[in-house]
Each structure stands twice: as C-alpha cells, then as structure tokens.
C-alpha cells in the first residue's frame, strides 16, 4: 500500500525558510521520480518542484519558485524534501507530494504552509 505523508509546514514570515519533508513507503523509493506541488483554494494545483530516481539526478522547477526552492532526495530514509526560502506571500498553499507507482498516481494529505507577517 503506498503512502506518502507530508510534514514540515507552517507559518513563516516573508523572506524566511521552511523545509517539507514527504516520508514514502509501499513502493521501491529510488525508483521512482518524485513531485512538490501545491494548491490555493479556488485555484488548480500547481506543480513547484519535481526530482527524478535515483539512477536520473534531474531535477526541474516551476518558473514562480526557481532560485528560492530546492528539491532533494534521501534514498535510504525513502523521503523527498522541499527547501523553500526567501518566501513570499503568495507561496501560501497547500504543499502535496505526489508519486506514480504501476500506472497509479498517489497524492499526500497535505501541508499547509502560510507565509505572513
């Protein structure tokens, strides 16, 4: 049974740092490409961030997020990671991870992440 199991949000002040941690488990981890999205009520979900298996080491970002956002990986903790810094406001949203796994596409439950002074 797959799941994925966001952590790490919170509120922050503009031009802080948060990091989003995504804890995976029911499937090979290192195989496969992981995914940071996020989604503003009333609006589609966008996607932020995406890093490929291991064996790939591509990675590739939204144009809102590149040069403030980094995503990693840490293959032997099965967790895929979501630095964020020099926050704005407008990164307020839900942050979700996101994986396929035989065809399936598997989503988190969610963290919420506030930037406000």
């Known amino acids: 049974q797959v799941q994925l199991v966001e952590s790490g949000g919170g509120l922050v002040q503009p031009g802080g740092s948060l990091r989003l941690s995504c804890v995976a488990s029911?499937?090979?981890?290192?195989?496969?490409?992981m995914y940071w999205y996020r989604q503003i009520p009333g609006k589609e979900r966008e996607r932020v961030a995406l890093?490929?298996?291991?064996?790939?080491?591509?990675?590739d970002y939204g144009t809102s997020v590149k040069g403030r956002f980094t995503i990693s990986r840490d293959n032997a903790k099965n967790t895929v990671y979501l630095q964020m810094n020099s926050m704005k406001p407008e990164d307020t949203a839900v942050y979700y991870c996101?994986?396929?796994?035989?065809?399936?596409?598997?989503w988190g439950q969610g963290t919420q992440v506030t930037v406000s002074s």
């Open positions: 029911g499937f090979t981890f290192s195989r496969n490409a």
């Open positions: 890093i490929s298996n291991a064996a790939g080491g591509y990675t």
């Open positions: 996101r994986t396929t796994w035989s065809g399936t596409e598997y």
